[in-house]
């Protein structure tokens, strides 16, 4: 790596750093202050802080990073809270019922998620309410286990055993133990190659799939751990209210409360739910605290009006005017990159080109009664450019999403060579995507809310797990791809051909063997189309076998060793880049007789 990337990679840490000390002082702070104060009162205040910013911590796992707004968390709350309580008589301590608790809730959120996870924004949060709903009336409908309406009484038997004590301040570092364990867990999830795969899959699922990553398993993963530190919470606040009912325990006003807390603090931040919690329960308690009985239901009013003003004047929460502020900071861009690319007189001779890599064999694939691929066969070999042109609405987009796992054909098949060069036929575009197939998508699909650098990174981590490798390589790649001054800057403010061109960094970050291009040069103008007609060269010459889609005739005649043409779903011709253009179907169906002028042989 060149010298010049070295301040790049350190500069973040400095940041990090400030923040890590921010962080601690914040915690001890929330730890420190009931402690000195000894008020039964304030402690009550700060064992709620810290397990409704636990609770908020844990449901932005699933809610924030993978985007699905769950309205259904009291769920796993409740299963912790009932099966502590429910082992309590048999002599089990409930820090054993905590992990049963857990994983009970981790098996239901996965058995939730399954179905759920097909289902999009409101459809989702709809279906959590309804699993909810469910499982409330089972908990108030088998009385003999849950003590139905009445709810049921835990045993008060108190020590370090048993969760419950006389003092509040074992109380109090449970809770706060509870805080820092769940911050732990989803910091750690954030910065790592799952907390990258779960942003990138809320922002695109189809970019996140064809870069590699199970967008459902993934998913599944981050409910499993949400669900499983939810009900964590639930155990301790059940043995710490020492009594159960649940209308309680499985309430879904809970469940918003829950949701509300991130969303005012910052969802999809580490510590925004953090933030939102400390803001809001102490107004609430203190409110409670201040007019008692007086102003029943008044904790309502205040969510409301502080979500309301959150919603206008910060709509990305608390944390999101820290990140503002810290951005702006660091706003500290170096000039000049690492050399991009070899000179084109410096690179090797092209070695000839090998066996086929990509067979496509006779697919077929209709939408209902338009039959969008007929019969299409064709075979990219090893070191070769094969360019796909035809008029709009050919179906190349169809034959392409058919040779990367998007689409299944009707009939035909798909086989890819895998390095050690067996045949496969992968099915998901992640399993194109491991046997070796990268692709682009015509409309681009940036993970807006990243920034260049991580999303070339999503890209990265297919071969390089951890952050720090795929860190690195990302950043060669921006470099080879000219992307390296707009490394920091987030994917949503790039011009048309700099999303062109972090497209295809992603991918290439993913070291992949083909590489399979969507009209890169659509929109591009002619300094951009020779520019990424270079980098493609370039690409090619680095052993990547292309397929490309493209209108820019410019860039067909110049990259291709083979082209094939499509026409109302059939290939109807195929072979040089020269003889095609001057093929008569060709020229009728597509090219017209202006460009045969044009270009005379
Ligand atoms: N999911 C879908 N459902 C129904 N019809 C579809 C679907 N996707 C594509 N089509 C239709 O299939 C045909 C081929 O579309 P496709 O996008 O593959 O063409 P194309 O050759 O890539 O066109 P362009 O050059 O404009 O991108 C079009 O008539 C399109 O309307």
Same mark, same amino acid.
């Given at each position: 790596m060149n010298d010049m990337t070295v301040p790049a990679t350190q500069r973040p840490a400095r940041r990090v750093d400030a923040a890590s000390i921010g962080v601690a002082a914040l915690l001890a702070l929330i730890l420190a202050v009931p402690l000195l104060v000894g008020d039964d009162f304030v402690s009550h205040v700060f064992i709620t802080i810290c397990l409704y910013g636990a609770l908020a911590?844990?449901?932005?796992?699933?809610?924030?990073f993978a985007g699905q707004l769950s309205l259904g968390h009291a769920i796993f709350y409740g299963i912790g809270a009932y099966t502590a309580a429910l082992l309590v008589p048999y002599g089990i301590s409930p820090w054993i019922g905590m992990l049963g608790g857990a994983l009970v809730s981790a098996l239901v959120g996965v058995g939730i998620g399954l179905p759920c996870f097909r289902l999009r924004g409101p459809f989702f949060a709809l279906a959590t309410i309804a699993f909810l709903q469910v499982i409330r009336l089972l908990a108030l409908h088998f009385t003999g286990l849950t003590g139905g309406a009445v709810g049921l009484m835990v045993p008060l038997q108190t020590g370090w055993q048993w969760m419950i004590f006389f003092d509040r301040w074992p109380s109090l570092l449970i809770a706060f133990g509870m805080l820092a364990f769940t911050l732990a867990v989803s910091g750690w999830i954030r910065h790592s190659r799952f907390g990258y795969y779960l942003v990138a899959t809320r922002e695109r699922e189809p970019a996140a799939a064809a870069a590699g990553v199970n967008t459902l398993r993934i998913r599944l993963a981050a409910v499993a751990v949400s669900a499983a530190l939810t009900s964590m919470v639930g155990t301790f606040h059940g043995m710490y209210l020492t009594f159960i009912e649940p209308e309680a325990m499985f309430s879904l006003a809970f469940s918003v409360q829950i949701a509300m807390f991130a969303l005012i603090g910052g969802i999809g931040t580490v510590l925004g739910p953090l933030f939102g919690t400390l803001l809001v329960v102490p107004l609430t308690e203190l409110a409670r605290g201040w007019l008692g009985a007086s102003a029943l239901g008044l904790h309502g009013f205040v969510y409301g009006t502080v979500l309301v003003l959150i919603v206008l004047f910060l709509p990305d929460g608390l944390a999101g005017l820290l990140r503002r502020k810290t951005a702006s900071d660091a706003a500290d861009v170096e000039a000049g990159a690492p050399a991009a690319s070899v000179p084109a007189e410096a690179r090797p001779a092209r070695p000839p080109l090998g066996e086929p890599i990509l067979v496509a064999e006779h697919l077929n694939k209709r939408f209902g009664g338009l039959a969008v691929t007929t019969d299409v066969s064709l075979s990219l070999r090893q070191g070769e450019v094969l360019g796909i042109i035809g008029p709009n609405g050919a179906g190349k987009t169809t034959l392409f999403n058919q #040779?990367?796992?998007?689409?299944?054909?009707?009939?035909?098949?798909?086989? +890819? *060579?895998? =390095?050690?060069?067996s045949l496969v036929t992968p099915a998901t575009p992640h399993g194109f995507a491991h046997a070796g197939v990268g692709r682009t998508f015509q409309i681009v699909q940036p993970f807006a809310a990243m920034t260049v650098l991580e999303n070339i990174m999503i890209g990265a981590f297919h071969r390089h797990p951890g952050r720090a490798e795929a860190r690195e390589k990302a950043l060669e790649t921006a470099a080879r791809m000219g992307l390296w001054s707009q490394r920091d800057l987030e994917a949503r403010s790039l011009t048309i051909g700099g999303l062109k061109r972090l497209e295809v960094a992603r991918v290439m970050a993913m070291e992949p063997r083909i590489? #399979?291009?969507?009209?890169?040069?659509?929109?591009?103008?002619?300094?951009? +189309? *020779?520019? =990424?007609?270079?980098?493609?060269?370039?690409?090619?010459?680095?052993?990547?076998?292309?397929?490309?889609?493209?209108?820019?005739?410019?860039?067909i005649m110049a990259l291709s060793d083979h082209v094939v043409v499509l026409n109302s779903g059939r290939v109807i011709a195929e072979g040089q880049p020269k003889e095609v253009v001057r093929d008569p179907m060709v020229i009728e169906a597509y090219l017209g007789k202006d460009f045969v002028d044009a270009h005379p042989a």
């Open positions: 911590t844990a449901w932005n796992i699933v809610g924030g #040779l990367s796992g998007f689409l299944a054909p009707q009939s035909g098949v798909v086989r +890819v *060579r895998l =390095a050690d060069g590489l #399979l291009l969507d009209e890169v040069m659509a929109g591009l103008n002619q300094t951009d +189309v *020779r520019r =990424a007609i270079r980098m493609i060269e370039q690409i090619r010459d680095d052993g990547v076998s292309i397929i490309a889609i493209e209108h820019v005739m410019q860039a």
